[in-house]
């Protein structure tokens, strides 16, 4: 009964690692190539900083799925070789957040593109770090488990499912690349396409909206549009809207500058109108010549 029963638990055992074999790499592949093309995509547009938190979001959004499956699986089946496995797995994942997190702050320019591919390289080297330690300690929990059984080895099945993986991956990145970087240009093209009316609709929102919700947060940093800045420019003067301008100074600047164009319109005016009575001036004289 008991040998019955080994037989059972063996066989069920190798059914899952078959399965897991198969399905594993592909399930990983979509995050880590989703990853991949954000990390193009934030080299392309440093600025940006949309690209650092799609980064968080989509790090963060499947780990409780991932840990809740560990968690059940190191119970089950689980030892201490399963558990190093299971941890430096989920430090993996959480990996490109942690990118997002160190990027979030960078500019146009190729001095802070470097910076982006600098931390990028950090993260490859995590990468190769935890995956070390995944390979040895799941290879040797495998051994231990079903080492006299498994036939090939554990160590090529691991192998298989790690070119499986990056195979995978790779496909998955330069698709999802050219799909991210085709949506990202539609919308700046449609935006760039508003009319003044849905541009100042837009800006007025921000203006209002900016100082309550970034009070707190990354409005915290206290960063401020410079008196010659506006909503309009591009670059890291716009992105300094985002972290808590103040709203009574942008306003103030704003109207300062109305004043000023509304001046120089009526200085414009009254030199064509002095213009126009100089020439009447000398027409007359001319009649009267």
């Given at each position: 009964?008991?040998?019955?029963?080994k037989?059972?638990?063996?066989?069920?055992?190798?059914?899952?690692?078959?399965?897991?074999?198969?399905?594993?790499?592909?399930?990983?592949?979509?995050?880590?190539?989703?990853?991949?093309?954000?990390?193009?995509?934030?080299?392309?547009?440093?600025?940006?900083?949309?690209?650092?938190?799609?980064?968080?979001?989509?790090?963060?959004?499947?780990?409780?799925?991932?840990?809740?499956?560990?968690?059940?699986?190191?119970?089950?089946?689980?030892?201490?070789?399963l558990?190093?496995?299971?941890?430096?797995?989920?430090?993996?994942?959480?990996?490109?957040?942690?990118?997002?997190?160190?990027?979030?702050?960078?500019?146009?320019?190729?001095?802070?593109?470097?910076?982006?591919?600098?931390?990028?390289?950090?993260?490859?080297?995590?990468?190769?770090?935890?995956?070390?330690a995944?390979f040895?300690?799941?290879?040797?929990?495998?051994?231990n488990?079903?080492?006299?059984?498994?036939?090939?080895?554990?160590?090529?099945?691991?192998?298989?499912?790690?070119?499986?993986?990056?195979?995978?991956?790779?496909?998955?990145?330069?698709?999802?690349?050219?799909?991210?970087?085709?949506a990202?240009?539609?919308?700046e093209?449609?935006?760039?396409?508003?009319?003044?009316?849905?541009?100042a609709a837009?800006?007025?929102?921000?203006?209002?909206?900016?100082?309550?919700?970034?009070?707190?947060?990354?409005?915290?940093?206290?960063?401020?549009?410079?008196?010659?800045?506006?909503?309009?420019?591009?670059?890291?003067?716009?992105?300094?809207?985002?972290?808590?301008?103040?709203?009574e100074?942008?306003?103030?600047?704003?109207?300062?500058?109305?004043?000023?164009k509304?001046e120089?319109?009526?200085?414009?005016?009254?030199?064509?109108?002095?213009?126009?009575?100089?020439?009447?001036?000398?027409?007359?004289?001319?009649?009267?010549?």
């Open positions: 009964s008991m040998a019955i029963d037989v059972e638990y063996v066989a069920g055992f190798l059914v899952g690692a078959e399965a897991g074999k198969l399905l594993l790499p592909s399930a990983l592949s979509i995050l880590g190539g989703l990853a991949e093309s954000i990390f193009n995509m934030k080299a392309l547009f440093p600025g940006h900083k949309e690209f650092p938190f799609v980064l968080l979001l989509t790090s963060f959004e499947a780990l409780p799925i991932y840990m809740a499956m560990l968690a059940v699986t190191q119970q089950i089946v689980g030892d201490s070789l558990m190093v496995t299971c941890v430096a797995f989920i430090v993996y994942v959480c990996l490109p957040a942690l990118t997002g997190y160190l990027t979030r702050n960078l500019r146009a320019g190729p001095e802070h593109r470097w910076q982006f591919y600098r931390k990028v390289w950090l993260e490859y080297g995590l990468r190769a770090a935890l995956g070390l995944m040895l300690s799941f290879s040797q929990y495998m051994r488990m079903v080492g006299d059984i498994v036939r090939p080895s554990p160590i090529r099945m691991i192998l298989w499912m790690l070119l499986n993986y990056y195979t995978r991956k790779t496909l998955t990145a330069v698709g999802a690349t050219d799909a991210a970087l085709s990202f240009l539609q919308c093209l449609w935006r760039e396409a508003f009319a003044e009316a849905d541009h837009n800006k007025e929102r921000i203006l209002s909206l900016g100082p309550v919700v970034l009070r707190n947060g990354s409005g915290s940093q206290g960063a401020k549009l410079d008196s010659t800045e506006t909503l309009s420019e591009s670059g890291p003067k716009a992105n300094a809207v985002g972290r808590g301008s103040n709203m100074e942008d306003q103030k600047h704003q109207k300062d500058q109305k004043d000023q509304n120089n319109a009526e200085k414009v005016e009254l030199g064509q109108c002095e213009a126009l009575e100089c020439q009447g001036t000398d027409k007359d004289q001319k009649e009267v010549v």
